[in-house]
């Protein structure tokens, strides 16, 4: 059974889903603001991420 064929785990759609959302975000982006805005965004995202700055409490303004 080739890899086409065989049907994703609930898991494997939704990272599958997740990744489509994130492409169709960034293509957005690039279309708006050029691709140096799209990969610092992700870029950022990622480090905020990796430093557990997403979980923490939103800033108050």
Known sequence: MSEAQRKMTK?????????TRIAEISEEMIHAHGKDFA????VLAARWIASDKISADPARH
């Open 11 to 19: 898991e494997e759609a939704s990272k599958d889903a997740f990744f």
């Open 39 to 42: 990969m610092g965004t992700l």
